[in-house]
């Protein structure tokens, strides 16, 4: 749930300071798209609720990067495509999120849309302090709701990485990986991350 806090002031582009608040369970998916397209802030939207996400720090921008280069340099290969957020990824009519990370094996992949992604064969994210259970939880179903075929979920603080695989309407766990691991892939045969390197970056 996101706290009165998080909705008070969006600053946009133009310095105009809009309140989120009032208009909780009201905002209609083209009023979401165009409050995105121009505020700095990373935005998610369900069913007429606006959530503001806290901004990045440091130490999550150097584990996104670094873990980007890794899957660019792979997803290249097979003429994929990568990008990080801010991107919009539509989980369905009505539900979007900004992943960390997206991706798809064909850079045509017709999901791949320029205004926002209506989906993608995987996802990072990196979880955030602020709400594990944003990432941890109801991304978890999110993102299985969406079809995405394989969900990474990075844990600063457990200092693991968990990735999770969709069987049906459900991920599973195709592993969990610690310090001195490599984190892989299931749809990405051969592709590995090395844990220990992602939490020691700088």
């Given at each position: 749930m996101t706290s009165a806090t998080d909705l008070t002031l969006v600053r946009e582009y133009d310095g105009l300071k809009v309140?989120?608040?009032?208009?909780?369970?009201?905002?209609?998916?083209?009023?979401?798209?165009?409050?995105?397209?121009?505020?700095r802030h990373l935005i998610e939207f369900t069913d007429g609720m606006i959530e503001v996400l806290p901004m990045p720090t440091d130490k999550h921008q150097v584990m996104l990067l670094l873990l980007y280069d890794w899957f660019r340099l792979w997803v290249d290969r097979l003429g994929g495509k990568v990008l990080v957020?801010?991107?919009?990824l539509q989980i369905r009519p009505g539900k979007h999120r900004e992943p960390d990370i997206l991706l798809v094996r064909d850079a045509h992949d017709p999901r791949r849309q320029n205004r926002y992604w209506l989906g993608a064969d995987l996802v990072v994210e990196i979880v955030s302090?602020?709400?594990?259970?944003?990432?941890?939880v109801v991304k978890v179903v999110d993102y299985a709701e969406a079809g995405i075929a394989e969900y990474w979920l990075v844990?600063?603080?457990?200092?693991?990485?968990?990735?999770?695989?969709?069987?049906?309407?459900?991920?599973?766990?195709?592993?969990?990986?610690?310090?001195?691991?490599?984190?892989?892939?299931?749809?990405?045969?051969?592709?590995?991350?090395?844990?220990?390197?992602?939490f020691d970056a700088t």
């Open positions: 309140s989120l608040h009032p208009l909780q369970g009201l905002w209609t998916e083209e009023q979401y798209l165009r409050l995105s397209d121009h505020t957020a801010p991107l919009r302090p602020d709400d594990p259970e944003r990432d941890t844990d600063p603080v457990a200092e693991q990485i968990t990735v999770l695989t969709l069987e049906g309407a459900a991920y599973v766990a195709h592993g969990r990986f610690a310090r001195g691991e490599q984190a892989t892939s299931l749809i990405l045969p051969g592709f590995e991350v090395a844990v220990s390197a992602v």
